[in-house]
């Protein structure tokens, strides 16, 4: 059983940045595809990068596209998710997936105006 824990999330002003990160247990994590989605309040979740560990190529959601970089370490069995010149509108919870199958249970990110 894949467990996935998410950590790093917090309050931030605009233009700030914030480091996720997403352990992974109970898998191999190097042979599987991660990403980051995440869920505003009343919104429905939507994607916003994932990496394929085959190729190592990465993904961005047109919203966050150059400002967002997702990483991965085999050997920490981790994910990140590095935020830079944040917005308002990038307030939710974010949630790192495995296979779009394993889910962690979330970390809140607010970015304040």
């Known amino acids: 059983q894949v467990q996935l824990v998410e950590s790093g999330g917090g309050v931030v002003q605009t233009g700030g940045s914030l480091r996720l990160s997403c352990a992974a247990s109970?898998?191999?994590?190097?042979?599987?595809?991660m990403g980051w989605s995440r869920q505003a309040p009343g919104k429905e979740r939507e994607f916003v990068a994932s990496?394929?560990?085959?190729?190592?190529?990465?993904v961005y959601a047109d919203s966050v596209k150059g400002r967002f970089t997702i990483s991965r370490d085999n050997v920490k069995n981790t994910l990140y998710l590095q935020m830079n010149s944040l917005k308002p509108e990038d307030t939710a919870v974010y949630y790192c997936?495995?296979?779009?199958?394993?889910w962690g249970q979330g970390t809140q990110v607010t970015v304040s105006s």
């Open positions: 997936a495995a296979e779009n199958r394993y």
């Open positions: 990496m394929s560990w085959r190729s190592g190529s990465a």
């Open positions: 109970g898998g191999t994590f190097s042979w599987y595809d």
